[in-house]
């Protein structure tokens, strides 16, 4: 049934197959004798062995044939008719299947097929934009909240990374954090959890959609001084704010220990070429390969200096402002 419905080009089929090539098919060769471009011997439709040993002729420069004795001849179409007792349209189907010939028509109706889909996939209308920015801001949130204190920000600090305690929604009951991306536009907010979370509680929730290795946290505040300014690297929201509150206005954050393609990326086109990277992570075992990794990363496109916390687990929330100075000033650069 599948044949049927399948083109077949004759001209093509009797051009591109020889009766030699049939007759080699069947395994008629061993049994005719050749006479300069002809082939001879009995008939081999008929079974005439008993009757006459040349009856069956095929000229092989004409590509066709002829039996003598029972009249019947034609090209290698009817030949295949003859021997299976089909029709032309079915002889034709299974010599292209046996010598795996493409109709024309259906080279071309391949090709075109194949131009549809090259236009289709270039006129694909473009992906929908990752972190798309949000088209609301929380409201009312509780900016005095204690954990706020507790954590030592400032009210400058806390109105210019727009901080606030969550009472409704998704984040209720949360410490949001507003996430920009490198434009300036807002594209998701982070809560955390205002203490040590709840069993099985996270300390930190974002947006299930929101794919945070797409984005540097506040870069979008410091992209304008990272050429002429160092940029420190740092692992979250509240590195930033520390440093921030420290007089550092250049701190970013990768919220996380891991460094992603697309916010290298970002950073290195942020400092631009012999730009400068400082790297502060926390002094645990993750902060350690976490720092590590980013060394590796940056060093053959900045100037890239690591910063080690002395005590263990450390991090750079937790550093004093002489602390922070004293560590910044001792580390010299390194770049390949």
Same mark, same amino acid.
């Given at each position: /049934?599948?044949?049927?419905?399948?083109?077949?080009?004759?001209?093509?089929?009797?051009?591109?197959?020889?009766?030699?090539?049939?007759?080699?098919?069947?395994?008629?060769?061993?049994?005719?004798?050749?006479?300069?471009?002809?082939?001879?011997?009995?008939?081999?439709?008929?079974?005439?062995?008993?009757?006459?040993?040349?009856?069956?002729?095929?000229?092989?420069?004409?590509?066709?044939?002829?039996? =003598?004795?029972?009249?019947?001849?034609?090209?290698?179409? &009817?030949?295949?008719?003859? /021997?299976?007792?089909?029709?032309?349209?079915?002889?034709?189907?299974?010599?292209?299947?046996?010598?795996?010939?493409?109709?024309?028509?259906?080279?071309?109706?391949?090709?075109?097929?194949?131009?549809?889909?090259?236009?289709?996939?270039?006129?694909?209308?473009?992906?929908?934009?990752?972190?798309?920015?949000?088209? =609301?801001?929380?409201?009312?949130?509780?900016?005095?909240?204690?954990?706020? *204190?507790?954590?030592?920000?400032?009210?400058?600090?806390?109105?210019?990374?727009?901080?606030?305690?969550?009472?409704?929604?998704?984040?209720?009951?949360?410490?949001?954090?507003?996430?920009?991306?490198?434009?300036?536009?807002?594209?998701?907010?982070?809560?955390?959890?205002?203490?040590?979370?709840?069993?099985?509680?996270?300390?930190?929730?974002?947006?299930?959609?929101?794919?945070?290795?797409?984005?540097?946290?506040?870069?979008?505040?410091?992209? &304008?001084?990272?050429?002429?300014?160092?940029?420190?690297?740092?692992?979250?929201?509240?590195?930033?704010?520390?440093?921030?509150?420290?007089?550092?206005?250049?701190?970013?954050?990768?919220?996380?220990?891991?460094?992603?393609?697309?916010?290298?990326?970002?950073?290195?086109?942020?400092?631009?070429?012999?730009?400068?990277?400082?790297?502060?992570?926390?002094? &645990?075992?993750?902060?350690?390969?976490?720092?590590?990794?980013?060394?590796?990363?940056?060093?053959?496109?900045?100037?890239?200096?690591?910063?080690?916390?002395?005590?263990?687990?450390?991090?750079?929330?937790?550093?004093? *402002?002489?602390? /922070?100075?004293?560590?910044?000033?001792? /580390?010299?650069?390194?770049?390949?």
């Amino acid at each position: /049934m599948k044949l049927k419905t399948e083109w077949v080009d004759f001209k093509q089929t009797k051009e591109k197959v020889s009766m030699e090539e049939i007759l080699g098919h069947y395994g008629l060769l061993k049994d005719l004798k050749r006479n300069e471009d002809e082939l001879v011997g009995f008939c081999p439709i008929r079974d005439e062995k008993h009757y006459n040993k040349n009856a069956f002729c095929v000229n092989s420069s004409k590509n066709n044939w002829h039996c =003598f004795s029972c009249g019947a001849g034609g090209n290698v179409l &009817d030949f295949v008719c003859s /021997m299976e007792d089909i029709d032309i349209r079915q002889a034709g189907l299974l010599i292209q299947k046996w010598f795996g010939i493409v109709s024309e028509q259906k080279r071309q109706l391949a090709k075109e097929r194949k131009k549809v889909r090259k236009e289709k996939k270039e006129t694909k209308p473009e992906q929908e934009i990752v972190n798309p920015p949000l088209t =609301f801001e929380l409201k009312a949130l509780d900016r005095k909240h204690p954990y706020l *204190k507790e954590r030592g920000l400032k009210k400058e600090t806390i109105k210019e990374f727009g901080l606030g305690y969550c009472k409704r929604g998704l984040m209720k009951g949360r410490i949001v954090i507003p996430i920009h991306n490198e434009k300036g536009e807002l594209v998701a907010y982070a809560g955390r959890y205002p203490g040590d979370p709840p069993e099985g509680e996270p300390k930190y929730k974002l947006p299930q959609k929101f794919k945070k290795h797409l984005v540097v946290f506040n870069l979008n505040r410091v992209k &304008d001084i990272a050429k002429d300014e160092e940029l420190i690297v740092v692992e979250g929201f509240f590195d930033v704010f520390n440093l921030w509150q420290a007089g550092y206005k250049n701190a970013i954050a990768l919220m996380g220990t891991s460094m992603s393609d697309e916010q290298e990326k970002l950073i290195v086109e942020a400092v631009g070429e012999n730009g400068k990277v400082a790297l502060i992570f926390d002094s &645990d075992e993750a902060g350690r390969s976490g720092s590590q990794d980013a060394l590796t990363r940056l060093v053959s496109h900045a100037y890239v200096k690591l910063v080690k916390p002395t005590e263990e687990g450390l991090g750079p929330d937790a550093l004093s *402002k002489e602390k /922070m100075k004293r560590l910044l000033g001792q /580390m010299v650069f390194q770049n390949e």
